[in-house]
């Protein structure tokens, strides 16, 4: 009894979820059209299969580099934030009440509450002092100090779940803190962990305005959807080109997904130490 | 625990201020000599330092159009072959161009060539820009009206002007003789005949792009235009107080056409992108649109059928009155500081009046170029024809909404589109216009 | 408190507390370090530039006190309508997105490959690129409602939804919540699965219905997760930007000017940089005050429960 009801909620939700599948219906039929197929003719199918704006799309836009640069500054942006984020979420959620982690904890999770356009123009003139504008370097540090804040929110938020006679245990062991942290804490952060590389490496694989601002002029050094957008203009287009080019950066991010979906799962269910 | 968190945030902040001061210091002082070593960052001191060694040199262009990228290329292309050693790094900044090229300002990596429309965009960068006035040769390839559009109060050239851009009322010829419309409309009422013509033969008469606010302020200025004071007289009259939306010989026909627009146009019009408007436009399901020459790349796109020409707006009583607004569509700057001023400066030459540059511009972007050094190449587009036909004719006037200031579409075209709506009377219309020339002056 | 806790170990204390700094400094400091550069010091330098009116590009500040503040209370009107826009959107947006993600989650928390498909299907706008989101819903309520309003007559698909100011609004809410669900699922999925099963097995055999033992048993537990999404969720409409910028591009008529939106068009269209970052600084205060609140109310809530 309680199964099919279960079913039944579930059934509905999966028959609504193609009201969000049908975008990308759209985009993929749309990307084997002409601009002014795709204008006039948006929601029939393709006259054919014409698969020479993806080729055209791919070697215009050097998609290959691209790519390479795209995947640069997401595994990089990913491996630091993944890195600092939990220890400093650890230590601060541990040690709340002292003055100095309350100071550190509201000074690094300002900023999710605060605009970015507010302030991009003092950040380019600190990059510009110091040299990094237009660097690859500068755009990995830039996009990790952005996305640093709310990943430390969360997992802040989580650790706060964890009993702590665990490491407790540890300390009577005479297990030092960083020991403590790698051998029993962070093993139980891979539920948020995973959450938190899911979000980040998304938002720098997406990212337009970040990558704009600190290496637009460096054509050696953009970003897939910067490079796309570009195209657009107050008033020109080029739908024909975007659309595959949205599809093709599209599908590794999807199948990022569904990869890590799993773990999302399954490192919340393995992490039966909670409750 | 708020003692120290105060300290703490004195501290912080004191720091920054320190930084924030150091950065605007050393901007301030990067007009003279020490500009280039405030600026060689990044890819900058490579380059530098190179091309003390080998001759290797990067000349930073920031562009900000996009139109026929690939052609662009080819022209720059041949620039590096013509230059060896010298590489030109462009960054096509097509979308948020303003905010790129601030930042990039900002940043100290000041691009040696940079555009800028002319007028109020143009002016905040004069204080950078190289001076054109002694060059007289590369000016005199110039026509002179465009280079005008460059030029300050004291005869300062500070860029130089690439193609005109001319806006009027834009109508698909097919779609008139359809309808049995022999002559242009030249008032308001000839134009409503037209569009119950027009509606008689099955055609929606108008499919203005009423979403974007530019659309609208840039259609508004043909009611403003006074055409015994020009573009700039008539804004410095009205800044100053000297003239008021009262005094305009023509401003309330707009109303008018308003009018036309909310009877004629479909009821989504608030919806209509400049996309759409022009793909309506092309493909003849709309016969009339306000839009300049600009688009013509875009109309041959969507339909390279497509039959389109100009119609003066009848602001009046007669075919005099009515108003065709023509100006240049970017001017190309060079920074005055920049280490490689003068290959900046013949790179602005080269793209501008060679014949690669200007095949680019006519073939290409199908537009008129404001050099005079290969008028054999010539437009192909209905428009960029049109438009030369009333350039040379003496029929045109100049931009307004380009010299009133940068924030005057976003200011007045929702309240524009507050008429077309209902919510607001042509009083309020034309006091939200006063107000913001007022508060220019 | 563990201070207090050892007071004997007086000869130690000081090498802790020595130590304990070391740990902080290789615990938080690299993390901190990265946010003040990115963020918290650029924009307390913005606390400089608004006491001067400079348009972002010349070289001449000129000192102006506290004038860019007085112009905004004084008389800047659509700043103060972008307020108003800004919070009736957040109060709809955080509602609604959390809402209806908390029941998808519910429903496809469990692990099959039907729930993993739906999932990826909930999940793909937020994967989309802005750009593509904003062409397509100009062509659903475009020429998709409108030759549905040919077939059906249905006045629904007639209306004008981009054109009319209410209407608008709806559209933008609707997008913003069709966008970002997936991510917010996600959360709550995190959340939901971590919660062990024989906790709602025991409230179940105890007569709770299913309602109540959500309320009663699994919200109390996914309280993080709750917390998480309320917050992201309200700092997502209070900082509302990218599909203003580029679908409504704050029409028709103003009505869709967010106050993140204001601001960007204070700085780079009509070249206020001094007012912007005054209006920059205006709008955190408000946020730390409203967040602050916030922070406090859900952390009462996960201490009580």
């Known amino acids: 009894m309680e199964r099919s009801r279960l079913t039944k909620g579930t059934v509905i939700t999966l028959i609504i979820s193609i009201l969000w599948l049908f975008p990308l219906i759209l985009i993929f039929i749309n990307s084997f059209k002409s601009d002014s197929e795709i204008l006039n003719h948006f929601l029939e199918l393709p006259k054919k299969l014409d698969f020479s704006y993806y080729a055209e799309t791919w070697t215009k836009f050097g998609f290959p580099k691209l790519i390479a640069n795209t995947l640069l500054y997401t595994v990089c942006t990913v491996l630091i934030v993944v890195l600092l984020a939990p220890l400093a979420a650890y230590y601060l959620e541990r040690h709340k009440k002292e003055r100095r982690c309350r100071i550190a904890f509201s000074l690094i999770i300002l900023p999710i509450m605060v605009p970015f356009q507010s302030y991009m123009i003092s950040l380019t003139r600190i990059l510009g002092n110091i040299g990094l504008n237009n660097t690859k370097t500068g755009y990995i540090l830039v996009s990790a100090g952005l996305c640093m804040p709310l990943a430390v929110f969360m997992i802040h938020g989580y650790i706060n779940t964890i009993p702590i006679e665990l490491e407790e245990s540890a300390y009577i062991d005479g297990a030092g803190k960083v020991r403590t942290y790698f051998s029993i804490v962070l093993p139980l952060l891979v539920p948020i962990l995973t959450t938190v590389v899911v979000l980040d490496a998304l938002a720098t694989w997406n990212d337009v305005i970040t990558n704009q601002l600190v290496v637009g002029s460096n054509e050696a050094a953009i970003n897939m959807q910067n490079a796309l957008y570009m195209k657009f203009s107050a008033q020109t287009s080029d739908w024909s080109h975007a659309l595959p080019g949205t599809v093709m950066s599209m599908v590794p991010s999807l199948i990022f997904f569904i990869f890590m979906q799993k773990y999302i799962i399954s490192g919340a269910t393995s992490g039966a130490v909670k409750g | ?441 | 408190m563990d201070n207090e806790k050892k007071p004997v170990r007086v000869h130690s204390k000081k090498g802790k507390k020595r130590k304990e700094t070391l740990m902080f400094i290789i615990f938080v400091v690299p993390a901190l370090a990265f946010v003040l550069f990115a963020t918290d010091i650029p924009f307390v330098m913005n606390i400089y530039y608004s006491v001067f009116d400079w348009n972002g590009i010349s070289k001449n500040l000129t000192f102006v006190g506290l004038e860019n503040f007085r112009k905004i209370f004084t008389s800047d009107k659509t700043y103060w309508t972008s307020w108003w826009f800004t919070l009736r959107f957040t109060f709809f947006y955080v509602i609604i997105v959390n809402a209806i993600s908390l029941a998808i989650a519910l429903a496809l928390s469990k692990e099959n490959r039907f729930a993993q498909v739906g999932r990826a299907f909930y999940y793909i706008p937020y994967i989309i690129s802005l750009t593509a989101i904003s062409l397509i819903w100009e062509f659903i309520l475009g020429p998709a409602f409108d030759s549905l309003y040919e077939s059906t007559g249905w006045s629904f698909f007639g209306m004008s939804w981009l054109g009319k100011p209410n209407l608008a609004f709806i559209v933008l809410v609707v997008i913003t919540v069709w966008e970002n669900v997936g991510f917010y699922m996600i959360n709550y999925i995190a959340g939901i699965v971590s919660v062990p099963r024989d906790y709602m097995e025991a409230a179940k055999i105890d007569g709770a219905n299913r309602w109540k033992a959500f309320w009663k048993v699994m919200f109390p537990l996914i309280m993080p997760s709750v917390s998480i999404c309320f917050l992201t969720s309200l700092t997502f409409g209070f900082k509302l930007f990218d599909i203003i910028m580029v679908f409504t591009k704050g029409g028709p008529v103003n009505s869709t000017v967010s106050v993140a939106y204001n601001i960007y068009k204070e700085a780079f269209t009509n070249n206020h940089y001094g007012t912007a970052t005054a209006k920059s600084l205006i709008f955190v205060a408000f946020i730390l005050i409203v967040t602050g609140i916030q922070m406090r109310v859900t952390k009462k809530q996960e201490v009580e429960l």
Not at chain 2, 173 to 181: E, L, P, Q, R, Y
Not at chain 2, 281 to 310: R, V
Request: a negative charge; glycine letters at 8%; one cysteine or more.
């Open chain 2, 1 to 441: 625990m708020k003692r120290t968190f105060a300290t703490v945030l004195a501290g912080t902040m004191a720091v920054t201020l320190l930084a924030g001061c150091g950065s605007s210091g050393g901007s301030t002082s990067s007009s003279g000599t020490q500009s280039s070593g405030t600026q060689t960052s990044g890819t900058q001191t490579s380059s530098g330092s190179a091309a003390a060694s080998s001759g290797n040199v990067t000349l930073k262009v920031f562009d900000a159009m996009a139109y026929a990228t690939d052609e662009y290329q080819t022209v720059i292309d041949q620039f590096e072959a013509d230059h060896p050693g010298v590489t030109v790094e462009i960054q096509h900044a097509a979308n948020d161009s303003n905010t790129i090229l601030q930042s990039r300002f900002n940043s100290g990596d000041i691009p040696d060539v940079f555009l800028n429309e002319p007028g109020s965009s143009a002016q905040l960068y004069y204080e950078y820009a190289y001076d054109w006035a002694k060059d007289t040769d590369t000016l005199s390839k110039f026509n002179s009206d465009a280079v005008a559009l460059g030029t300050d109060e004291s005869g300062h050239v500070y860029g130089l002007p690439w193609t005109y851009e001319t806006m009027a009322l834009t109508y698909n010829v097919d779609c008139f003789n359809k309808a049995g419309i022999t002559t242009l409309p030249v008032t308001m009422e000839e134009l409503e005949q037209d569009c119950e013509k027009l509606k008689a033969a099955g055609i929606q008469p108008f499919a203005i792009a009423g979403k974007e606010t530019w659309v609208l302020a840039q259609m508004s200025t043909h009611f403003i235009m006074d055409k015994s004071l020009d573009a700039t007289g008539t804004v410095e009259g009205l800044e100053s107080g000297k003239i008021t939306f009262a005094d305009l010989p023509h401003w309330q026909s707009f109303f008018k056409l308003l009018d036309l627009i909310k009877k004629y146009d479909s009821d989504k019009i608030l919806e209509t992108g400049w996309e759409s408007s022009e793909n309506e436009l092309a493909n003849g399901e709309a016969a009339i649109i306000h839009m300049g020459d600009w688009a013509q790349a875009n109309y041959t796109k969507m339909n390279p059928d497509a039959k389109l020409a100009f119609l003066p707006v009848p602001v009046g009583d007669s075919a005099d009155d009515a108003t065709v607004l023509s100006s240049v569509g970017w001017l190309y700057m060079v920074y005055k500081d920049s280490p490689n001023l003068d290959l900046a400066k013949e790179f602005c030459e080269y793209v501008l009046t060679s014949e690669q540059g200007v095949k680019w511009m006519t073939e290409g972007v199908d537009a008129v170029p404001a050099s005079n050094t290969h008028t054999e190449m010539s437009p192909s587009g209905d428009l960029p024809k049109d438009s030369q036909t009333y350039i040379q004719a003496g029929k045109t006037n100049g931009w307004i909404h380009t010299i009133a200031g940068s924030s005057f579409s976003d200011t007045v075209g929702p309240y524009i589109q507050g008429y077309l709506l209902g919510n607001y009377t042509a009083d309020d219309v034309t006091q939200a216009f006063q107000e913001y020339f007022s508060s220019q002056g």
